[in-house]
């Protein structure tokens, strides 16, 4: 098939609108949002499609035929990467979310494509993966609200409780651990500018080489920018 290099292709980007289109918008709204989820979705919906074909064009540079990827904390903003993959890669892709209702929510509206999200931890994925997608979830306010307000710079000496952070950074490197030993090397990670420093401990600490891109594309949801690592290249 002939690709264009700035588009995804005809039936991948008719697919993504499908899907966009088919999601239940007022289920979600609670999910994502404590309260005007319809103002939200009106604001962020078209922004994820778009965002998320840029990133996902990118990506089909990036990634080999026939691979497997390990989505971790995939949502509504991951759509259009996983769509892509299988559609103009040929690659099998497992998205893990955490969010039962959400996770239910996204697998009706990918019933025409071959994408099916999980609601167990990403950490039980079985076998290899060449690609690893972990955005916007080491630190998630939610899930990490002790050791996220370091991430973004934004602690107060004065409240940092040094037990709860302690607790949920190693929460954070357990997660690290597991999921980068499932990448097969030479692999890519796709992650934020936030997260990478949890991804090269982790290399450091392995004696894997690694190489960070330079170029940092922005994200819908989160806001955090996302950027490329390929690991274990030498
Ligand atoms: C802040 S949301 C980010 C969602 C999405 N990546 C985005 O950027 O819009 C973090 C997500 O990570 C998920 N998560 C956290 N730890 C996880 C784990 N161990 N396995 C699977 N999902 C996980 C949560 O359930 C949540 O859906």
Redesign the pocket.
């Known amino acids: 098939m002939k690709t264009n290099r700035t588009k995804l292709a005809p039936a991948t980007r008719r697919l993504v609108a499908e899907v966009y289109g088919r999601l239940d918008y007022g289920a979600l709204g609670p999910i994502y949002c404590y309260e005007g989820g319809d103002e939200f979705w009106r604001v962020k919906r078209g922004l994820c499609h778009r965002l998320g074909n840029r990133v996902a064009v990118l990506l089909r540079k990036k990634l080999p035929r026939r691979g497997r990827s390990l989505y971790?904390?995939?949502?509504?903003?991951?759509l259009p990467a996983l769509i892509m993959e299988t559609m103009e890669r040929d690659r099998a892709v497992e998205p893990?979310?955490?969010?039962r209702t959400?996770v239910v929510t996204l697998n009706r509206a990918c019933r025409s494509v071959p994408v099916t999200f999980r609601a167990?931890?990403?950490?039980r994925a079985k076998g290899l993966f060449d690609h690893l997608w972990m955005?916007?979830?080491l630190n998630?306010p939610?899930?990490f609200p002790h050791l996220s307000p370091l991430s973004y710079g934004r602690s107060n000496p004065l409240t940092l409780d040094p037990v709860k952070f302690n607790r949920e950074r190693r929460i954070v490197r357990a997660?690290v651990a597991c999921c980068m030993g499932k990448l097969a090397k030479p692999g890519l990670v796709t992650t934020t500018t936030e997260e990478v420093l949890w991804i090269a401990e982790w290399c450091h600490r392995h004696r894997v080489p690694y190489l960070v891109g330079k170029r940092y594309y922005p994200?819908?949801?989160?806001g955090?920018p996302i950027c490329f690592i390929q690991i274990g290249k030498e």
Do not use: K
Request: net charge negative; aromatic share 4%; proline share 0%.
């Open positions: 971790v904390g995939a949502g509504v903003a991951e893990y979310n955490l969010r959400e167990v931890d990403a950490g955005v916007s979830v998630d939610e899930r997660l994200t819908a949801i989160v955090d």
